[in-house]
Nanobody
Framework: QVQLVESGGGLQQPGGSLTLSCAASGFTFSDYAMGWFRRAPGKAREFVAAIAWSGGMTYYAHSVKGRFTIARDNAKSTVYLQMNDLKPEDTAVYYC??????????????????WGRGTQVTISS
């Protein structure tokens, strides 16, 4: 069955770094754009970053551009989110998602076919 399993979340101090991983199975990973979304307490789910299904082009929300990096390893069917200079407002549950033949501008969560369960990221001093 289709699975997307996030890992790497946890507690960090402001200014710290975390790397999230999302391991995919049950579908042809290399045919899908991969995205990261997050949901903060009391807020709607928002787009964070995406990487196209082919070519490696990336796109970021303004709030994370320059701090976060999305990458994929098709051989491992895994997508990563490297998060640097973390801020309290980054606190959220982070989800990975897959969009068939999506480009890097896949920032609408309605476009995505599969979703993980999420991993908690908490930034606090």
């Amino acid at each position: 069955q289709v699975q997307l399993v996030e890992s790497g979340g946890g507690l960090q101090q402001p200014g710290g770094s975390l790397t999230l991983s999302c391991a995919a199975s049950g579908f042809t990973f290399s045919d899908y754009a991969m995205g990261w979304f997050r949901r903060a307490p009391g807020k709607a789910r928002e787009f964070v970053a995406a990487i196209a299904w082919s070519g490696g082009m990336t796109y970021y929300a303004h709030s994370v551009k320059g701090r976060f990096t999305i990458a994929r390893d098709n051989a491992k069917s895994t997508v990563y989110l490297q998060m640097n200079d973390l801020k309290p407002e980054d606190t959220a549950v982070y989800y990975c998602a897959a969009h068939l033949k999506g480009n890097q501008y896949s920032d609408n969560d309605a476009l995505y076919d599969f979703w993980g369960r999420g991993t908690q990221v908490t930034i606090s001093s």
